[in-house]
């Protein structure tokens, strides 16, 4: 197998190393509501129905915080078959807030060494955990306990756990009973022991639309359709919570992620906010400086020393330390990740798949699409338009036969690259991210006895770096006859780069072979097909032919030459079954260009 050391492009942190990186060079789009006409100002209108306000009746704030456990309660028995089943020294860990398990059996699963508490106050939740196929009462002790008013030492021994987990459960409490919740918390923790925190952020998806219906209790706090309520912070607010609780803020972000649903065609904008804090063994942390406080100073009276907000700490733990991350196989986790793995040691997200392509079986470690949020590259992933384009080069080999192709945004997998390898003369396979090829290099030799991969060759490449560019070219002074790509269109700032690199890496024409073609497949999401078609023209591009994976058979010319493509019955009756939304897009280089290149 031949891996190539290419000269790599010293900007990787730009958007270019890794086009299919959305979240670092696309922005949502606010829509704007403007108002509606209301007409002839002369005629009045009746009042029948009292006006509307986005903020909750006193009464109904009382009866949702009355009827909380009820309604949590009522929310698991609704979602009880939609739970996922899922030589160290002992830690202890309480899971707060435990609902059906999804987190403390995975977490066991990869930490055999811990002993887990578990509390939730919804009876129907700690049924779910206790007949859950893994639960064992040797390593966990689950019970039914309100935080906010219940005392936590009555069920665990003070100062006896080493890490608190809060996933998604101080959103769920009346602001008014937080800081009380962190303080029964602390009764339980050992001195210096971690809390782990995971919840919502101001400016979430979820947040806005109910900003736009009568559910808002609070400042930031509202109530679902459900009746469960959920509260959005920011890190200034949970922050200025831990410090008034007496704990060291350890590290503290707000995460971004566009999640994107494929079959809807919509792109959600989803925020959520980290934080580990410690509990000092002396308890001589900052305290909250209330007239910095978002939301809390109305119920919480302390005694602050003044200059010792949430801002100043910040800024003094700037310039003592770098924030802490942990990498696992050259990936920066997420905080909460790190210091789980700094002390249980580093948890196996991913998982060992086989795919079928026709008659090929391939077996690829790869991330499944439910954790994509939890990893900043998509190149773990492997998506919906790399399975449609290998069948059809499966199903096509005129397309790649003696060829030399280069494919770029491969991934992990490389699944067209694998497949085109059967009857390529040469492959290979480019990424942006170092992080991606490592795991891509494990994944060829998981397929070294059914493929040829002495036949690929493997390295970065970020799109319009001229030096990576001039390495590759050096390796393959032919050029490449064939340029595959699936998913590297929907970020339009990255097609000028896109169709610039695929156009010097293209070869020369040749008697008696096919035009050098670029061939892609996407899903149409934020960027129209008439976009991509008009910055490859700008490039010197032209499209041939552009169709749908439900067309079994199609045929286009290349030059006078026909050349016919083909999905195989399997491939037709199985996956490939896509929505309109699925597109494969055949350019060549236009004559003039040709022409050009040839004088």
Not at 180 to 204: C, I, Q, S, T, W
Not at 472 to 487: A, C, H, M, P, Y
Not at 530 to 540: D, P, Q, T
Request: glycine residues 6%.
């Amino acid at each position: 197998m031949q891996f190539c050391d290419l000269h790599l492009c010293s900007h990787c942190s730009c958007s270019c190393r890794r086009v299919r990186r959305v979240c670092n060079v696309m922005e949502i789009m606010d829509g704007q509501a403007g108002g509606a006409d209301t007409g002839d100002s002369n005629n009045k209108n009746v009042q029948i129905y009292p006006l509307r306000s986005n903020v909750v009746s006193p009464f109904l704030r009382e009866m949702y915080e009355k009827e909380a456990k009820r309604n949590w309660d009522l929310f698991y028995k609704r979602n009880a078959n939609r739970v996922t089943d899922s030589s160290h020294e002992t830690k202890t860990v309480l899971e707060v807030g435990c609902g059906a398990g999804n987190t403390i059996f995975p977490l066991f699963a990869d930490f055999p060494h811990l002993f887990i508490h578990a509390c939730d106050f919804s009876p129907r939740a700690v049924n779910l955990v206790k007949s859950h196929k893994d639960y064992n009462e040797s390593y966990f002790h689950v019970f039914v306990c309100d935080v906010t008013s219940d005392v936590l030492t009555q069920e665990v021994a003070p100062s006896s756990v080493d890490v608190v987990t809060l996933v998604f459960v101080l959103s769920a409490i009346a602001p008014e009973k937080m800081l009380h919740v962190l303080h029964n918390v602390k009764k339980v923790l050992k001195p210096g022991g971690h809390v782990l925190v995971r919840d919502y952020a101001v400016g979430d998806l979820a947040q806005e639309r109910l900003d736009g219906k009568d559910q808002k209790i609070g400042e930031n706090f509202y109530v679902r359709g459900d009746g469960t309520r959920a509260f959005y912070f920011s890190e200034e607010s949970l922050g200025n919570l831990f410090l008034a609780a007496g704990f060291t803020l350890e590290d503290i972000r707000i995460h971004c992620r566009n999640v994107e649903n494929r079959s809807r065609r919509i792109t959600m904008h989803r925020r959520w906010i980290q934080g580990a804090f410690c509990l000092s063994s002396l308890q001589s942390s900052p305290s909250l400086d209330t007239s910095t406080s978002e939301c809390f100073s109305y119920a919480v009276q302390t005694e602050v020393p003044p200059h010792s907000s949430l801002t100043n700490v910040l800024e003094r733990k700037s310039k003592k330390q770098s924030v802490p991350t942990v990498k696992v196989a050259a990936l920066e986790i997420d905080l909460t990740e790190g210091v789980a793995a700094q002390m249980f040691g580093d948890p196996v997200t991913f998982e060992i798949t086989s795919i079928q392509i026709d008659n090929h079986i391939i077996h690829a470690k790869i991330l499944p699409k439910e954790l994509q949020h939890t990893f900043k590259s998509t190149g773990f992933i492997l998506w919906e338009s790399a399975y449609a384009l290998a069948h059809l080069l499966n199903s096509s080999p005129c397309l790649s036969a003696g060829k030399t192709v280069l494919e770029l945004g491969c991934g992990s997998v490389a699944l067209c690259t694998l497949v085109t390898s059967l009857v390529a003369k040469r492959v290979v396979a480019t990424d942006g991210d170092l992080g991606t090829l490592e795991l891509l290099y494990e994944n060829l030799k998981r397929n070294s006895q059914n493929f040829p991969v002495e036949k690929i060759m493997c390295c970065q490449l970020c799109w319009g770096d001229q030096e990576a560019i001039d390495a590759l070219k050096g390796s393959n002074r032919e050029g490449f006859q064939l340029v595959i790509g699936t998913d590297v269109t929907y970020v339009a700032e990255a097609l000028p780069l896109l169709f610039e690199t695929c156009r010097a890496v293209l070869a020369e024409p040749s008697s008696g072979m096919l035009e050098p073609l670029v061939l892609l497949c996407h899903v149409i999401r934020n960027v129209s097909e008439n976009e991509i078609i008009c910055m490859a023209e700008k490039y010197g591009f032209h499209l041939y032919s552009a169709w749908c994976p439900q067309t079994k058979e199609h045929s286009f010319q290349v030059n006078g030459s026909h050349v016919n493509v083909s999905l195989s019955e399997e491939s037709m009756s199985n996956r490939l079954a896509f929505s309109g939304a699925l597109r494969f897009m055949c350019f060549g280089l236009s004559q003039h260009k040709l022409r050009k290149r040839e004088n």
